[in-house]
């Protein structure tokens, strides 16, 4: 099979998904009330997300710069942010086109080198791994009774005493999972499968490592938690927008916040359009909101993201195809 062949099918599948997930959030939906509900949100709540949101990637523009600057590079935080806007611009019509484009970008107006920079965006990813691996593991330990009672009322997993066990045993399980690793290393190490996940896994720690060529590690790290800080407050103002959303606490918005990006994280064209409405609809479901609020939320939230970054995409691709003619 040609490597274009395989890249026409991976497009199909990722457009597939996307179409498949859309279609089952949207099916047989009253669109007048959708309407309705569009209507009547507070858009204010959702100008105030969208600020957070622009702050968030201004954090994520100049901690790019500290790793460009420990590459040789020194890149001003406009043109930063500027490649930032763009790789999310092109997000919505390539997936996973972003990364390139953003490089793309840099290349035009600082000279630096594509696969230099595509390198700091891999540490970049594996950084924001980490962050989403740490929120996950808020939520499990926040909201793991009332995941499970969801869990339990919707698939008829068993009891609430059942449930409440479950923590316990799941505990019990990695404790003696790591514990049989450690006791069997030896063993497993002759597996094939085994030896490729302890790459992978080197090849995580050593990515996450390359901080410490930063100039300022701890600003770094304090960059990286601001942009998920950012994120969550992003979500958190967005669910004033309606009423329906409006009495959800933070720690409910942290849940609702991690399923969301989950659903961005799965391949979905128009920067997770189908996936994201999902997730977010099933973590609405979690804490009691209706299925057409869930909608009607992650529409307006997803819609908003989308609008704002055709618009700031399109002027920085303007502002960086300017400066490209004045350095020619």
């Known amino acids: 099979m040609s490597t ?124 924001d791994m980490l962050m ?22 919707n698939l008829n997993a068993g009891s609430a005493q059942k449930s409440g066990m479950l923590k316990y045993v799941l505990l019990a399980l990695v404790l003696v999972g790591g514990a049989s690793v450690f006791l069997f290393r030896k063993q497993l190490v002759k597996i094939p499968l085994f030896n490729k996940l302890v790459e992978k896994l080197k090849g995580f720690l050593i990515g996450l490592l390359s901080i410490k060529e930063v100039k300022k590690p701890i ?22 927008a309606l009423d329906a959303t409006s009495n959800l606490t933070f720690a409910q918005c942290l849940t609702v916040f991690a399923m969301g990006t989950i659903g961005i994280v799965i391949p979905a064209p128009g920067a997770g359009a189908g996936t994201y409405h999902f997730a977010v609809m099933q973590g609405l479901l979690l804490f009691g909101v209706a299925q057409e609020d869930g909608i009607a939320y992650a529409t307006i939230v997803h819609g908003a993201q989308m609008v704002m970054f055709i618009v700031l995409g399109a002027i920085s691709s303007l502002a960086i195809l300017g400066k490209q003619q004045a350095k020619n």
């Not at 960059?223 to 004033?240: K, R, T, V």
Request: hydrophobic share 55%.
């Open 219 to 240: 600003l770094f790290i304090t960059l990286s938690a601001g942009i998920w800080a950012c994120y969550i407050l992003m979500m958190y103002f967005c669910l004033f």
């Open 132 to 153: 989403l691996l740490i929120i996950l593991g808020l939520v499990f330990l926040l909201q793991f009774d009332v995941i499970i009672s969801y869990i339990n009322t």
């Open 4 to 127: 274009q062949l395989k890249k026409y099918l991976q497009f199909a599948v990722i457009f597939a998904i996307g179409a498949a997930f859309l279609y089952f959030v949207f099916k047989g939906t009253n669109w007048s009330d959708l309407w309705q509900k569009f209507t009547h949100a507070n858009y204010w709540w959702i100008a105030v997300g969208l600020l957070v949101s622009i702050i968030s990637h201004w954090f994520r523009a100049y901690r790019a710069t500290m790793l460009y600057e420990a590459l040789g590079y020194q890149v001003s935080t406009t043109n930063s942010l500027h490649a930032v806007f763009i790789g999310y611009f092109i997000n919505y019509f390539i997936p996973r086109g972003g990364e390139v484009s953003r490089c793309a970008a840099l290349n035009k107006t600082n000279n630096l080198p594509i696969e230099k920079s595509l390198g700091s965006v891999i540490t970049e990813r594996l950084v």
